[in-house]
């Protein structure tokens, strides 16, 4: 009987969890590129939005073919130096919270050029942040990539290790945390 009470209890418990620390967030993000190797390299993990996109972008590899990595990695590239040269989007840290949703729903639809252009679409916008954000000296901006990039490539190859192994309902649950999660990402940034 306590065991049955405990998995109705469990789901509530576990929204509640997540919504106690999407409301302890600042409302931006974002701000630290160029901040020392360590701050790049705790960024992908500290920064929910950014470990919901990475832990996305290993599953859709994991679930749509590894090529799907070489879209990441070149959405990452020209979104962070189209930051880093001026570039902006209106509502970009809802819209990057949003593509998290978003990336859910092209996952749950195995739809394989939806799920490219719309991970290529938030890699490129949450790169485009930090593009924007990259000030300080040469050394701190060079440590804070290299700390974010090594860290970003650890997350994404564990989860695209880790899904590959699962039964494929896992991608079904992945699909729907990031659905669910950017969406209270992207209510937390309006509030």
Do not use: K
């Not at 994991?62 to 989007?89: C, F, H, K, T």
């Not at 252009?117 to 990539?145: K, Y």
């Not at 039964?167 to 940034?189: D, E, F, V, Y």
């Amino acid at each position: 009987m306590m065991s049955t009470t405990l998995r109705q209890l469990a789901p509530a418990a576990a929204a509640g969890l997540a919504l106690s620390l999407l409301s302890t967030l600042p409302a931006g993000a974002h701000g630290l590129a160029g901040a020392g190797l360590a701050a790049g390299a705790s960024h992908p993990l500290l920064g929910l939005d950014h470990l919901l996109l990475l832990l996305g972008v290993g599953g859709a590899a994991a679930l749509a073919g590894p090529s799907l990595l070489l879209v990441a990695l070149a959405a990452a590239i020209s979104g962070g130096l189209y930051g880093a040269l001026g570039g902006n989007l209106p509502g970009a840290e809802v819209l990057a919270a949003l593509m998290v949703s978003g990336l859910g729903l092209a996952l749950a639809a195995r739809q394989g050029q939806l799920l490219a252009v719309v991970l290529a679409g938030g890699v490129a916008i949450h790169a485009m942040l930090h593009g924007q954000e990259a000030t300080g000296s040469s050394t701190d901006l060079l440590g804070w990539w290299l700390g974010a990039s090594l860290s970003s490539a650890a997350v994404v190859g564990a989860s695209f290790a880790v899904i590959r192994q699962l039964a494929p309902s896992w991608g079904r649950r992945l699909a729907g945390a990031l659905c669910i999660g950017g969406a209270l990402l992207a209510l937390a940034q309006l509030a």
